[in-house]
Nanobody, 121 residues
Framework: QVQLVESGGGLVQAGGSLRLSCAASYAGSGIAMGWFRQAPGKEREFVAAISWSGVSTYFADSVKGRFTISRDNAKNTLYLQMNSLKPEDTAVYYC???????????????WGQGTQVTVSS
C-alpha cells in the first residue's frame, strides 16, 4: 500500500514560483512517481514523471522549461518546482505513484488528495 500527501500549493501571481512536495509512504523500492493536474471542467492531465532512480524524467509540453521534477528517496519525498507560472497552470495538482514513469494516468495505482495551485494574472 502506498500513501501520498501533497503540500505546497497556494496563490501566486503570474511569473511567480511554487514548490510542491509529496510525502510518500511505501515499502520497498522501484516506484515511479508523477504529477498530474486537473482544472475545473477539464480532465486530469499529465504534468511530469520521474523514474525511481531519478535518471529519467518526462514533462508535458506545456510545462517544459518551466517545471522541474525531482525526488529524494531517502526522505520518500517527491517535488515539483514550478517557475514562470501562468494563469493556465491553475489547477488541483495530484501526486501519483506506479510501476513505470509514464504520461498516462491509468498507469498510476496510487494517488494523493491533491493540492490547489492558483495563479492570478
Amino acid at each position: 500500500q502506498v500513501q501520498l500527501v501533497e503540500s505546497g500549493g497556494g496563490l501566486v501571481q503570474a511569473g511567480g514560483s511554487l514548490r510542491l512536495s509529496c510525502a510518500a509512504s511505501y515499502a520497498g523500492s522501484g516506484i515511479a512517481m508523477g504529477w498530474f493536474r486537473q482544472a475545473p471542467g477539464k480532465e486530469r492531465e499529465f504534468v511530469a514523471a520521474i523514474s525511481w532512480s531519478g535518471v529519467s524524467t518526462y514533462f508535458a509540453d506545456s510545462v517544459k522549461g518551466r517545471f522541474t521534477i525531482s525526488r529524494d528517496n531517502a526522505k520518500n519525498t517527491l517535488y515539483l518546482q514550478m517557475n514562470s507560472l501562468k494563469p493556465e497552470d491553475t489547477a488541483v495538482y495530484y501526486c501519483a505513484a506506479g510501476k513505470l514513469a509514464t504520461m498516462s494516468r491509468y498507469d498510476y495505482a496510487y494517488w494523493g488528495q491533491g493540492t490547489q495551485v492558483t495563479v492570478s494574472s
